[in-house]
């Protein structure tokens, strides 16, 4: 047994300091710093194959740079629609503005606001997100997938900083089963309503993602929330081979019983995580957890 | 002011007396007493549609009979793909067990088992899913849409029990976005993937729950948990006229900003929901709410 | 393994029949169900003595008739000092208001009326308490222990149906290690403040729920909450001998380490749990769930 | 509004950097961030008096020092008994070990080893802490409230890093009122279970706390978790004067009605709280958090 070494918090201390001395803590500190010393672990061996999945409105949040340095290190990322929405959004020079959970929400809603808890945005940035389609619909017209939308709308973003034109620009595949559950799904649903043409296939996507999970012999999954995101990466894993390495921050509880809650290693039954797989379940809001995990691994 | 009148628990009390002198509670008791007395009044108003979204693991927990009750009164149906599918599977002859939440995940791995939580499932099901769909392809993959999808394997299924089955019997619109993340996702991945063809479109539903939000002038939704099917509910509204009445029922927290814990005031800022709508948050496991909501509308 | 048979709600159905028949589901409807046929189980052993604690603010929920039912078959209850207070303050003749979480505090603060959550409370109640003890200061102020002064406080209750007068009526010992912490403790310290004596030791009233727990063989726990009853109670077993069954509600989740989320099973490594013992541990407002296990032994 | 300008993680950043840059982001950790930034605020204008409640298995979990470094700021220190009992053992030279949340509880207590979820602790720890009591008995019983008793276990403390002996060396009065509810406790009812004498008084101590709190015009909270400690300090700002400044970090949720999980600014309400008060509610497991808070204020 380790002993447990109160931490000194000191002048000047680094992120980097403090996240890996909580790996030695108790509670959610001790899976916070597991989780900071295990994601290392993972971006260091690059034989590792990291599948990302991301639920939760974290642009909105401000999320955004860190989901982008993330993906230096990701082969497969999967996103709820709202998500790569608001990535589009901030790249079409749009801005999420912090509010607060109290304002009178039919007050807002006369300003022309959306609120998402303390978060606000103007609900003008749909006049944006409709030129974008408008204007570019006969380019987006042509994919016959999900990820081949969402990267040909990378390929059409000037922003440099947007998670869509970098898994573009990199060519890292990115999911999206839910994609009609979103921004970007109205925008379609908008231009078809108008008689304009475009099939996307529903399922077409599932081949490359289980294809790629069948190649791969060392991979590890790293969950923002659950939701889709995890969901269609663990059924990757189980119509293939289990993961080795999992970390999965979110703030549902497992004893629920939806899968977004579920602890990991529930995942070791059906054959999606690997039974001497290394685990961390951290119980934290991803914007505190996530920042912190990243900058332990910066160095 | 009301006063509070400490409930009193009688010999024989009947489900329908407790939840309804729960209204008049404090806390969670009270919100599930409102809510069980919100749904007696939109059930009763033939004019009101309800939108009901369903997510978590109902099916496997045992409420698939409350679902399939609470069809009687809905006019929208979403869900995931994992109720769906786990309503197949009791369609198809398989079952659900009481499991323990304790119990070795590579133990039950080697025996054949997948656990959500305390409930387990043979792996075996699979078996007869693969046959399903292997013996309906050819009517299966007539279906253009997910809905048209899920009406045909509706009608595919003999068991009249079944959630599905009763969709298409009453020709209930049932969407399901995110079909790609669930085993019947799987099995047409299957299909695909040993060449037999079939084209779903991904956006095709988004039309009809719009256009059918757009014409409804008195609506209500019903959440079971968050993700897709609430979601993919709320922009039907948001892109029509909001909706009336509101139910939800979550063990997420708005604090955290996730689309599942946002309580549904917040939807008056984006247009979802009428500003003088009334709104009950639940916050409950749904296998517990769920019965006591429906046995309060049973007379 | 039991097959999960999904629950059909009957038209007048008894609480009794659905909580029973919870037992057999999955996730919390099926720890509810446990919950309620393990405390069926407790009463119905004479031989079991059931050592209740109480924490969260129950009465002002309107659960005072539901505690005063579990006294029938309690041999030790521990309380917050809130909760007995406000027994006190309804054996008083003052009343709890169903309010608004949403309402704005300041505009509560200048009429007068104090908020827990959704219920409201005018502040002019201190004024019959006050009363109550300054009428009553002679024979309360003989107290010594804080088990003594409850007593006292019961015996000159004039309602029946108050706690505090129950547990004196029927001899049932009542412990508040932290009833300083309380509406009944600002009284004490009101009337010491202006020069009046009492001697109350904080420690006196270990000896006797120590040594009853000494005595006893077939000890049951029901925890409502966690805080200082649940962990009052858990030393006196720890000290003493462990317990055989136990019930626990909360919505305090283990990973955060406190005791109050603690399941119950933890208590077996200090001894304060058998290892054979039955335990159930439920995450569900107790407002919810304890009218519910009540009605379930009720017959 | 402002715009929330997304967080970008650099190379050897410091935890004072990061956690202030998050007070511009959403949910979570734009709480924390404007927690830190509060709490600089209150550190900086010696008229404001700290009262610090400290909840759950802090010390345990590895948080001795952090506390011991808030002590530096705080006038009124009002503390679980458990948190205090882990102080002293440490102080005593024994340690807390990182363990694992799903060891075996039978085989623990084999062992001899105690689990707060993952952080265990040898049962023999209460032997140094009875030689503790025994050897000091005669000091110690001469103290005639908790504070008193306190102070006195303070200086017999040799260790200096220990809180209690924190306390007693700076004269921060530290309140316990549930004492009795504690190993601390524990040791005072055996030696009077072996006939020796001590005298303590329940609600001495309210006097001290409630008296500052009138005297003291600029007040700040500071709690972490909620229970007793934050109830005892809220209960002396309602009959004295409101606070100015609050920070609460708790995992409860206030939909349960429990005072842990009541937001600050129910306290408005009650008095306990100044109508144009700061106020931040923080939701994160405090081992997280504490670290982040306290490395904001050093410099």
């Known amino acids: 047994m380790e002993e447990i070494v109160p931490i000194k918090i000191t002048k000047d201390m680094k992120v980097k300091e403090l996240v890996e001395s909580m790996a030695g803590l108790g509670f959610q500190a001790g899976k916070l710093g597991e989780a900071a010393c295990l994601f290392q672990e993972i971006i260091k061996d690059k034989e590792i194959k ?10 909105p949040a401000g999320m955004k740079n860190i989901i982008f340095d993330l993906l230096d290190n990701t082969s497969i990322f999967v996103s709820t629609g709202a998500n790569l929405t608001h990535d589009l959004i901030e790249a079409l020079g749009e801005k999420h503005y912090k509010g607060n959970e109290n304002a009178n929400d039919w007050e807002l809603n006369k300003k022309g606001i959306d609120r998402m808890y303390d978060v606000f945005m103007k609900q003008e940035v749909y006049v944006k997100l409709e030129k974008f389609f408008s204007d570019n619909w ?11 939308l969402l990267w040909k709308i990378g390929s059409l973003i000037e922003n440099k900083e947007s998670i869509l034109r970098k898994c ?11 994609l009609a559950d979103s921004g970007i799904g109205l925008m379609i649903w908008g231009n078809k309503a108008r008689g304009k043409k475009i099939e996307i296939d529903a ?3 599932m081949n490359e993602i289980i294809d790629f999970s069948w190649k ?23 119509f293939s081979t289990p993961a080795l390495y999992g970390i999965q921050i979110s703030t ?11 602890k990991l290693n529930e995942g070791i039954s059906w054959g999606k995580m690997h039974k001497q797989g290394k685990f961390v379940n951290l119980s934290c809001d991803a914007t505190i957890a996530l920042p912190m995990i990243l900058a332990g691994a910066k160095a």
């Open 50 to 59: 990291l599948f990302l999945g991301i639920a939760g409105a974290m642009i």
């Open 138 to 148: 006969e380019e987006l017209s042509k994919a016959k997938t999900i990820k081949e």
């Open 168 to 178: 573009y620009d990199k060519k890292i595949p990115v999911f999206c089963p839910a």
């Open 203 to 205: 399922f077409e996507d």
């Open 216 to 238: 791969e012999k060392k991979k590890a999954v790293f969950y923002v929330g659950g939701g889709v995101p995890k969901n269609f990466i663990q059924q990757a894993m189980q």
């Open 252 to 262: 549902d509880k497992e004893e629920y019983g939806g899968r977004s809650g579920a």
